[in-house]
């Protein structure tokens, strides 16, 4: 499982989850991520049609096929459980 993450400078709550993501993938070292700036990196964030809010949290399979998507903000308990479940997709 991979998960891209996007957002941006300027956004509040990704700067809220930037220190919850950087705990959950030292607990998870397995686990693979990519960070997108949704200015910096334009090109690649619109191969992910986003909406209007930030960040979004984009799960992918082994095959690189999309198998959930989160936006706004999330607890640390939360993106683990949602981590474990899909660990081996």
Known sequence: MKVIKIGAVWCPGCQI???RWAEV?????????EYLDYDQDR????KYKL???LPVFVFLNKGGEEILRFEGEMNKEKIIEIVAAHRDK
């Open 17 to 19: 989850m930037r220190p």
């Open 25 to 33: 993938e030292k607990e998870n070292p397995w686990l693979e991520t």
């Open 43 to 46: 090109e690649k964030v619109e």
């Open 51 to 53: 909406k209007d809010s």
